[in-house]
């Protein structure tokens, strides 16, 4: 139940709404209460031409010749009679002037009851429904909010595609519940608590009996409610696991043609249908048969009681119309609870949503503000890497790794694949946090950096350049959303990515589809250097930007690259060695850890790893 409460939570944050929705589902069911209250009255005037209303001296006494209304014994029966003395003296003068020509006045008093009804009901659905959706809003935006200040590590655990089913499937499954069918409850609990109320005031003892009805169906719906709730649950990760395999084949689809894998990759995907298809049933099941026995069980109950209400009649101890009004209001109580126990499973499958969406809320962001975080207005003196550790739990990436960059200067990462590289660049923006160590920047410690300030003064291009469904200008001043389309053209230029840019249909304005498919490597690079001109940060990193070019390709991009590093302190990755030779020092790394240092004069004249390196790319060439 506590997914429940912190569902409600979202709810109350719009408090007038809710109670809007509420007092009108109250007033609904007091109109539908009072239509059927009318119906003994309804019931004499069609079989009477007229109803006798005595005018003596003690007026507003109608002449009645029902039954007396039959009370409880004891203590609670000196409460009823109270309560249907006060009803009475209130309800005696509206019931005269209706029954005066009650053939025609009380259908009509009926009909406008109905109409009350349904107006109030309507601004309590609509009222519901508004709040449902704007709570979900807040929650798929505080969930995407979350999920998205994640870091790598937090990636690792949970992959892109599994994301895209909570934040999506998931939450798509509580704006059905949140939107809709709490909306019905809130309707239906003030109906069978209006209705049940009426008929304990009409016939206390045939009412009384009705409700051992209640407990039956709160155990039955209950039994469905667990039943669906568990296979929602595996249904939603196996919904995921689908969504994953999509994105990972499509992602690789030219792998798969390339390898004859499609019949490979089909199979797979209906493997996987077919055990969602597994749990889906077992939720079909439950869900389908929920409306069934809740009916066969009214049913019965319905026809138990009915003979019981001919027995409390021929006994004298009811009147007939009174009963005739109470099983027609137990009827539509029973609709309301079968709707109910059906809300239930509905309830049960979308907290197993929940569930799922408030694991990623409560997941703690590991890479994060410090309360008092500083604010840098820029960087004087460099950082420093101090004996720093890292591991993603299968050993250590970098084991007690310690340099010094200095402002301005330009230092290269070389060594092997999973030498720890791109792990220990990526310590200096936060993308992840040392496991043992510091980083520092002018002396201060990252952690007591915000993140906000230091990534503000960090520019960033990678081997794999994501460029967004948008335009060229938008691409290019993604960090500087307010760059007019002069600092974004001459941005472009640095890079070398005017001339191509301008020849294109619509020029800065072509939109560049998914992942920037119409552009080249070589050029999508060069709109990443023009992304990282504009924001013109002092620090810079990159990441292998020309390992996958061709030659034409890399030329280009190594200009746009060494004009970007002017004036910079940055950090080079590399696998190419030639592309790193003008750096002020070389950094060689061997399983996460620095095995020599200097310039590439110096670790040529060393003859170690670094030489070797470099003659065996030489010879290659």
Same mark, same amino acid.
């Not at 939720?283 to 049913?299: F, K, Q, S, Y």
């Given at each position: 139940m506590s997914d429940l409460r912190r569902l409600g939570r979202y709810l109350l944050k719009f408090r007038l709404s809710l109670i809007v929705a509420v007092v009108s589902a109250v007033l609904a069911s007091f109109f539908l209460g009072g239509a059927i209250g009318l119906i003994p009255d309804l019931v004499g005037a069609l079989s009477e031409s007229a109803v006798s209303v005595e005018q003596s001296g003690d007026a507003g006494r109608i002449a009645d010749d029902r039954a007396p209304r039959e009370t409880a014994a004891g203590p609670l029966g000196e409460v009823v009679d109270s309560l249907n003395e006060r009803i009475t003296e209130a309800w005696v003068p509206v019931r005269a002037w209706l029954l005066e020509r009650g053939f025609v006045r009380v259908p009509l008093a009926i009909v406008f009851l109905y109409l009350l009804k349904g107006i109030f009901a309507f601004a309590s659905v609509y009222s519901f429904r508004r709040v449902g959706l704007r709570a979900v809003v807040d929650l798929r935006s505080e969930l995407y909010a979350k999920s998205l200040a994640q870091s790598d590590e937090f990636f690792r655990r949970y992959s892109t595609a599994e994301m895209l089913s909570r934040i999506l499937s998931d939450v798509a499954r509580l704006q059905r519940i949140l939107g809709a069918d709490i909306g019905q409850a809130l309707q239906s609990v003030p109906i069978v608590i209006v209705l049940l109320g009426y008929s304990f005031y009409s016939a206390f003892e045939f009412a009384g009996v009705c409700m051992i009805a209640v407990p039956i169906f709160v155990f039955t719906a209950g039994r469905f409610g667990r039943r669906v709730r568990k296979a929602s649950h595996r249904s939603q990760e196996?919904? /995921?696991?689908?969504?994953?395999?999509?994105?990972?084949?499509?992602?690789?689809?030219?792998?798969v043609h390339a390898f004859g894998a499609v019949g490979q990759e089909t199979r797979r995907f209906d493997q996987a249908l077919r055990r969602m298809l597994h749990q889906d049933?077992?939720? $079909?099941?439950?869900? $389908?048969?929920? @409306? @069934?026995?809740?009916?066969?069980?009214? /049913?019965f109950l319905a026809g138990s009681l009915i003979v019981y209400a001919g027995l409390l009649i021929a006994a004298g101890r009811v009147d007939r119309a009174n009963v005739f009004a109470v099983i027609l209001a137990l009827f539509v109580v029973f609709t309301h609870v079968r709707k109910l126990a059906t809300l239930y499973t509905s309830v049960q499958q979308a907290l197993a949503s929940a569930c799922r969406v408030f694991e990623i809320l409560d997941e703690p962001v590991k890479v994060d503000d410090r309360p008092g975080a500083l604010k840098i207005a820029g960087i004087k003196d460099g950082f420093e890497i101090r004996r720093v550790s890292f591991s993603y739990g299968r050993g250590p990436v970098l084991d007690d790794v310690s340099l010094t960059v200095r402002a301005g200067e330009v230092h290269a990462l070389v060594g092997p694949s999973g030498s720890g590289k791109s792990t220990l660049a990526m310590l200096l923006p936060r993308f992840h946090d040392p496991t043992r160590g510091e980083v520092l920047l002018d002396g201060i410690d990252l952690r007591e950096i915000s993140l906000e300030s230091l990534r503000a003064h960090i520019g960033l291009v990678t081997q794999e350049v994501h460029l967004f469904d948008d335009t060229i200008a938008a691409n290019i001043a993604y960090g500087c959303p307010s760059a007019d389309i002069d600092a974004i053209r001459e941005?472009?230029? $640095? $890079?070398? /990515?005017e001339e191509f840019i301008d020849i294109l249909p619509q020029g800065f304005d072509t939109r560049l589809g998914e992942r920037g498919g119409q552009l080249s490597m070589g050029q999508r690079q060069r709109i990443a250097i023009a992304r990282a001109f504009l924001k013109d940060a002092p620090i810079l990193i990159l990441d292998e930007p020309t390992s996958a070019l061709d030659a034409a390709s890399e030329r280009a991009v190594q200009e746009a690259l060494e004009a970007l590093l002017v004036g910079r302190t940055a950090i080079v990755i590399a696998h190419r060695l030639f592309t790193v030779t003008r750096a002020d020092r070389i950094h060689v790394l061997e399983a996460g850890r620095i095995i020599e240092s200097g310039s590439h004069e110096d670790l040529l004249a060393a003859g170690r790893t670094y030489a070797r390196l470099h003659a065996l790319q030489s010879f290659g060439s």
């Open positions: 196996r919904s /995921a696991e689908i969504t994953s395999l999509v994105e990972e084949t499509l992602m690789a689809r030219r792998v049933l077992k939720v $079909a099941r439950a869900t $389908a048969a929920t @409306p @069934p026995v809740m009916e066969v069980l009214g /049913a941005a472009a230029r $640095a $890079a070398h /990515a």
